[in-house]
């Protein structure tokens, strides 16, 4: 019982961190690059394999990468 709550208590914040972020990124240009350069940045620390740029640069940046 109480791994459902953690879980659906867990599953909850990042969802609604989500849906800030994306109001966020509606509201101001440069939130939305903040969080994209960073974003890039972590994957190159975390030294992400080929296959995984490859689904980011087809749908998530559309070409961008």
Known sequence: ???NSILAETFFWIFSFL???YIA???SIDYYNFVHVNFISLCRILNLPDFMW???DNHIF????
């Open 54 to 56: 490859t689904f980011m």
């Open 62 to 65: 559309y070409g961008a990468l």
């Open 25 to 27: 990124s509606r509201i």
């Open 19 to 21: 849906v800030i972020s």
């Open 1 to 3: 019982m109480i791994k």
